[in-house]
């Protein structure tokens, strides 16, 4: 495990900036094993871009790249995920 | 919790510093006011950006200290030997002064009265800086919830918040200390870093159904949850908030 | 609107942690200059024992070629100083690596191939015109600052392609497929810009 790896905690706010709703209590079901649970858990990664990893199999749930006025997420990596409305 | 989603995007707002705090040789507190402030819940956190003459930029998370106060906001800093911003937060800043900032921010890692306990707070270094917001937010509301906190620091000199917790200690909150590099003379307490044995002796029993919070360092987040999911503890009541380089 | 360009608030007396006694010139738009080298991954650092380490040449050629450790230290290698630009702001100026060109690599080699995927342990995957790969711009290199490279930095081996932001200079490369038409990698099919010109200012798509 790095050292380095933060948690879906520390993209709240970007997230949250994206979304325009609070996003760590989200629950995420992972595409690659299945496993279900709230964004706040996800490794975090942060590249070129933000990926965020599935704390079980580290199958990438989801890209984040933020510019100046445009962002771009791909959440190919989520098969469905739960939000509070 | 149904309809209690925080809505919103988030905007840079500007915060002034009105107080700094001594808290240990290398941590401060710095008390901001914040015109807009909504509120907050304890164990958010907000982000704050500073920015250059040239227009370059950088933005840390900070996790917010005090329980909701109105206007006011509470960071508690540790200051990095070669940080990009902690130094200038806590030695720079000057009261009167501004910075932009933003939040609250986070819905997972909070904790209020209401969520009951019995509650266990597990801190490694800095990660007591969310964990003493729920702490104060406990005694603001004069809540009696079970809650122990087990905080591992270096040394004495450096537990933040040291005479406050002992102030606060008893009404149902007890404070366990383990000082893993040095101890002062006497010293009776925990002197290792926190391990299963010291989980299992200072933690409630899985059959009263504790709430977890461990908040530190990856490494020590990473090691705290698999002791506590080993000593029977249900996961999804283990919650963590791992420390480290942030920014961009 | 970027909302950023309305009114910046500056914080009085901070500079931040980067060098100002650069020669401009040196420095693409929009870029800044480090003294550390942040480490930046898509995701957990990989650990590949050398004895399992290879790298292979796939794809639009007749016959694949390979290399294990042993064989990819005995071909000819060399010094190389570069300047590096990161798509997060950060340049680094005059970087010391040891490498193998690219062109050692790929020598007599044919192919109607005109593209390149960097592919790397743990998934990663970056393209980039084979052109921009040959003639002296590439390297796969194998140590940095006259230490071997380290895992956090890409080690053992990762790519130098310092004419395009570092991203597109792969980490933890284990090969290169060659292809006839264009596959844009990880992060250019997320927003990032597909050929990364740090002088073009090319970050993101539409660039």
Redesign the interface.
């Known amino acids: ?10 993209v ?2 970007l997230l ?2 994206v979304f ?3 996003m ?2 989200a629950v995420g079901t992972c595409g690659g094993c299945g496993a279900p649970g ?4 996800v ?1 975090v ?5 933000i ?1 965020l ?1 599935c704390p079980h199999c ?1 199958n ?1 749930l989801a ?1 984040i ?1 933020k ?6 997420i ?1 959440l190919t990596g989520i098969r469905v995920l739960e ?3 | 919790m149904a309809g209690t989603a925080v809505r919103g995007r988030l905007t840079w707002e500007l915060a002034e510093l009105v107080e700094v705090v001594v808290e240990t040789p290398h941590v401060k507190t710095i008390v901001l006011d914040v015109p807009s402030w909504p509120g907050h819940r304890a164990g958010q956190h907000v982000d704050v950006r500073l920015t250059a003459a040239d227009g370059y930029q950088a933005e840390r998370s900070y996790s917010i200290a005090s329980a909701p106060d109105g206007t006011r906001v509470a960071l508690t800093v540790q200051r990095l030997e070669d940080g990009e911003v902690s130094p200038y937060l806590t030695d720079e800043l000057r009261p009167g002064e501004k910075i932009e900032l933003r939040g609250p921010i986070g819905g997972y890692f909070v904790w209020e009265p209401s969520d009951g306990g019995p509650l266990m707070l597990v801190a490694g270094g800095s990660g007591v800086v969310p964990l003493m917001a729920m702490i104060r937010t406990r005694a603001a509301a004069r809540d009696d919830t079970e809650t122990r906190l087990l905080y591992s620091s270096r040394s004495e000199d450096d537990v933040i918040y040291r005479d406050e917790l002992e102030r606060l200690s008893g009404n149902g909150l007890g404070v366990v200390h383990t000082l893993t590099d040095s101890q002062p003379p006497g010293w009776t307490g925990y002197a290792r870093r926190v391990d299963p044995e010291m989980l299992a002796e200072v933690a409630p029993r899985p059959a009263q159904r504790p709430r977890f919070y461990a908040c530190g360092p990856t490494p020590f987040v990473e090691a705290v949850a698999e002791a506590l999911v080993r000593l029977g503890h249900d996961p999804p009541a283990i919650k963590t908030e791992r420390f480290g380089p942030t920014g961009r | 609107m970027p909302p950023e360009a309305a009114k910046l608030v500056v914080s009085r007396g901070w500079r931040g942690r980067r060098s100002t006694d650069v020669d401009p010139a040196r420095i693409p738009p929009g870029q800044y200059v480090t003294r550390d080298f942040p480490v930046l991954s898509a995701g957990p650092t990989p650990h590949t024992s050398l004895e399992l380490w290879d790298f292979s040449i796939i794809g639009e050629l007749a016959e694949p070629r390979g290399w294990t450790w042993e064989e990819f230290l005995a071909l000819p290698s060399e010094e190389i100083t570069r300047d590096i630009h990161c798509v997060n702001k950060w340049s680094k100026l005059d970087t010391v690596w040891q490498g193998v060109s690219v062109d050692t690599l790929l020598a007599g080699i044919e192919t109607s191939a005109e593209y390149v995927t960097q592919y790397s342990d743990g998934g990663y995957t970056t393209n980039l015109p084979l052109e921009d790969i040959t003639g002296g711009k590439a390297w796969v290199v194998f140590a940095y600052g006259g230490e071997p490279l380290a895992p956090e930095h890409g080690g053992p081996a990762r790519m130098l392609v310092p004419g395009h932001y570092f991203w597109k200079s792969a980490k933890w490369v284990r090969g290169l497929r060659l292809h006839l038409s264009d596959e844009p990698g990880f992060w250019e099919t997320n927003g990032y810009h597909n050929y990364g010109d740090p002088w073009q200012e090319q970050r993101y798509v539409g660039d």
């Not at chain 1, 990664?45 to 871009?49: E, L, T, V």
């Not at chain 1, 510019?67 to 771009?72: I, K, L, Q, V, Y």
């Open positions: 495990m790095d050292e380095l790896m933060l948690d879906g905690n520390a709240a706010g949250q900036e325009a709703v609070e760590t209590t709230p964004i706040a858990a490794h990664y942060r590249g070129a871009g990926v990893r580290g990438a890209k790249v510019g100046d006025s445009r962002a771009w791909d939000v509070t409305v």
